[in-house]
């Protein structure tokens, strides 16, 4: 009776991890208008990540907050404009350009 009270009560346990789903996004799909349709944090989670995403891929080890917050205001700016463009294509192109 102990062993299946434990083992019920480990189920139980274990259940809401269970439950938990996991969500893929394909950032290169993200369009401007979608960007722009966000909320304030979830814009500022996403322009950390592309941040760090093309910091990674120039080769950057260090951070520059001015840098980044002058970034992620050109991109919002530019994303105004370019509402069905994809964020992701956008930035490939001012990386390329560099």
Do not use: H, Y
């Not at 299946?4 to 996991?22: R, V």
């Amino acid at each position: 009776m102990n062993k299946l009270i434990f083992g019920l009560a480990m189920a139980a346990m274990l259940a809401p991890a269970a439950a938990q789903a996991q969500v893929k996004l394909d950032m290169t799909k993200i369009t401007c208008g979608e960007l722009l349709a966000m909320p304030a944090e979830d814009q500022s989670d996403f322009a950390a990540f592309m941040s760090g995403w093309f910091a990674q891929k120039s080769g950057r080890t260090f951070i520059d907050v001015s840098l980044f917050l002058k970034n992620a205001a050109s991109v919002t700016d530019w994303c105004a404009s370019n509402k069905s463009e994809s964020v992701m294509a956008g930035l490939q192109r001012a990386f390329d350009k560099k």
